[in-house]
């Protein structure tokens, strides 16, 4: 999944749900917003920032996967990046007994404040080194909450959108261990 800015078309999320698929986890790469949303959004920016209705699309897709019976067994956990990182994590906190682990890739957590004392799967927060404001927000959301593990790893040399030469090879690199230390 992911937030604003890009699709499961992106070059970017592909190659993190590649990377992970390489390291023996399954993936479900798919868009929070509609067609129609995105091509409005392209125009107001109000929807990429509708957490209420990102994260009640991740927790429809998560009931999808727990009545579909090619998946009900599996152990899940979220990748989010920007926004779609605050729909993980307020998802995670909906699905509790059954997310695992969560990753969030320059992604959003103040905007998920009210659920993040309540989130108890792992949670790996993600951010490029030259993102100072996100780093600031990450920094602030992991201080509210209870999670008894949590960590905030900061890719040095990128910018929030890991293009530069290696960062997004980290980032998949890590994700990729946190879930298959936790999944």
């Known amino acids: ?24 986890l399954g993936t479900l790469l798919f868009d929070l917003l509609t067609v129609e949303e995105e091509r409005v959004d392209m125009l107001t920016r109000h929807l990429r920032f509708d957490i209420d209705l990102l994260s009640k699309r991740l927790i429809d897709t998560t009931n999808w996967l727990l009545h579909n019976p090619d998946t009900e ?26 997310v695992k682990a969560v990753v ?17 799967a792992p949670t790996l927060l993600i951010v490029g ?6 780093i600031d927000l990450n920094r602030w ?3 509210r909450t209870t999670m008894p593990e949590k960590e905030l790893k900061i890719v040095p ?3 929030h959108l890991f293009e530069e030469p290696g960062t997004l090879e980290e980032v998949a690199r890590l994700a ?3 879930f298959k230390k936790y999944l």
């Open 104 to 120: 969030s890739r320059g992604g959003r957590p103040d905007l998920a404040e009210s659920a993040m004392m309540y989130v108890k």
């Open 1 to 24: 999944m992911h937030g604003s800015g890009s699709s499961r078309h992106s070059p970017r999320n592909q190659y993190v749900a590649k990377e992970l698929q390489r390291g023996g």
């Open 141 to 143: 959301a992991l201080e």
């Open 176 to 178: 990729r261990e946190w």
């Open 157 to 159: 040399g990128a910018t």
């Open 73 to 98: 067994e599996l152990n899940i956990g979220y990748f989010g990046s920007s926004t779609g990182a605050a729909a993980a994590l307020i998802a995670a906190k909906e699905h509790s007994e059954t």
């Open 129 to 134: 080194g030259e993102d100072t404001q996100v």
